[in-house]
C-alpha cells in the first residue's frame, strides 16, 4: 500500500485539494476542515474505488474531489472493517466508521454527478499517533480482530471426568450472533479447577495479552466450589450489572432456580468480562442477551461515540 495523495480543505462539503504534505495531530489534520475531537477525523479512499466511479460517470475523478484526505493505493478499502489500523512512519491510524451518510446536495461532487463513492466505500479513522505523511509514502495494514478468551471451570472438566461442552457452546453462539457483522473472530479456550488463584492468573494474563472479551463458564452458584463471581468481582474496574440483572429477572420468572445465579459483569481497562453458569443451556441464554450490547460496549470502551 502507498498514499498517493493527501488532500485537504477550508469547509466542509467541497473538494479537498492535494498539498505536498500534510501533519497529523492529535486532533486530525492540520488547517482540514474536518479536524477535531471526534472519531472521524480523517477520511480514506481507495484508487480501487475512484476509478471504479470514473469508468461508471465516464470522467476522470481526481484525488480529493470525494473529500478525502488520504488517497491510498495497492489495497481496497471495502475490504476493511472496524479498529483496523494503517501504519505509515510514525502515524498510526485506527479505522472507526466504514462508509457515511451521504449529503446530497451538500456534497460538491454529488451535485455535478449526481452520486458519490465516499457514503459507501470510504472509510474514516482517528489518529492514535502523530506525524506527516505525503504521496509515495508506504502505509502497512493491520487487521483487528475481536478476540475472545472463554474459561471454564470445573474440577471434574478438568480432570477428565467429563468433557468440557458450555465452552464450545459459548464460542458458536458467538460466531452465530456476529457472523453478519463480518467481524475477525480470534478464540481461545482453557479449562481450569475451580481454584481462586488459578482463575485471577487466567484473567489477568488474559487482559494483558488484549484480549477483547473474556467469558467464563462455570462456578457461579451457592456451593462450596463455586468461587468465580468471588474471585471476578474485586477485579473489576467498572461493574455492569444491569446485564445480568435482566437475564436473571428474565429467565427466573419462568424458572426460579436461575434467581440463585451470582454472575457478574465488568470491565478492566479495554477487556470486557461475564461469568456465565456452568450448564450449556444457561450458558447460551446468558450469551445470546450479551452479545446485544457487546458491540456498542467496545466502542464505549475504545472511546468512539457514534451519537
Known amino acids: 500500500m502507498r498514499i498517493e495523495s493527501v488532500n485537504i480543505s477550508d469547509e466542509k462539503g467541497t473538494v479537498k485539494k492535494p498539498v505536498e504534505s500534510i501533519r497529523l495531530t492529535p486532533t486530525g489534520v492540520e488547517n482540514d476542515a474536518h479536524a477535531g475531537s471526534w472519531h472521524r477525523q480523517v477520511s480514506m479512499l481507495s484508487t480501487v474505488s ?24 495497492g489495497f481496497d478499502l471495502t475490504e476493511a472493517r472496524l479498529l483496523d489500523h494503517f501504519q505509515a512512519g510514525s502515524v498510526e491510524l485506527e479505522l ?12 460538491a461532487i454529488f451535485n455535478e454527478v449526481g452520486t458519490c463513492v465516499m457514503p459507501k466505500e470510504g472509510v474514516f479513522c482517528r489518529v492514535l499517533s502523530s506525524g506527516i505523511l505525503s504521496p509515495g509514502d508506504k502505509i502497512e495494514y ?97 461493574e455492569l450489572p444491569g446485564i445480568m440483572e435482566f437475564i436473571r429477572c428474565k429467565y427466573g420468572e419462568k424458572f426460579p432456580n436461575a434467581l440463585v445465579s451470582r454472575s457478574v459483569a ?31 460496549t467496545l466502542f464505549m470502551l475504545k472511546s468512539i461515540n457514534f451519537h
Open 50 to 73: 475512484i476509478e471504479k466511479f470514473s469508468a461508471d460517470a465516464g470522467r476522470m475523478v481526481s484525488p480529493g474531489e470525494f473529500a478525502e484526505n488520504l488517497t491510498i493505493s
Open 96 to 107: 472507526t466508521q466504514i462508509g457515511k451518510k451521504c449529503h446530497g446536495s451538500g456534497c
Open 142 to 238: 493491520r487487521p483487528f480482530s475481536f478476540s475472545f478468551r472463554i474459561i471454564t471451570l470445573s474440577d471434574r472438566a478438568y480432570s477428565g471426568e467429563y468433557e468440557d461442552l458450555s465452552g464450545p457452546a459459548i464460542e458458536e453462539c458467538i460466531k452465530e450472533t456476529l457472523d453478519s457483522k463480518k467481524w475477525r473472530l480470534k478464540f481461545d479456550r482453557v479449562i481450569i479447577p475451580d481454584e481462586p488463584g488459578l482463575l485471577e492468573k487466567e484473567i489477568r494474563s488474559s487482559v494483558e495479552d488484549g484480549y477483547s472479551v473474556i467469558f467464563t463458564t462455570g462456578g457461579t452458584g451457592v456451593g462450596p466450589r463455586d468461587i468465580t463471581p468471588d474471585t471476578v468481582k474485586p477485579m473489576l474496574q467498572k
Open 266 to 296: 465488568g470491565t478492566i481497562g479495554e477487556t470486557q468480562l461475564y461469568t456465565l453458569p456452568g450448564s450449556v443451556k444457561a450458558a447460551k441464554e446468558y450469551c445470546e442477551e450479551i452479545l446485544k450490547t457487546i458491540e456498542h
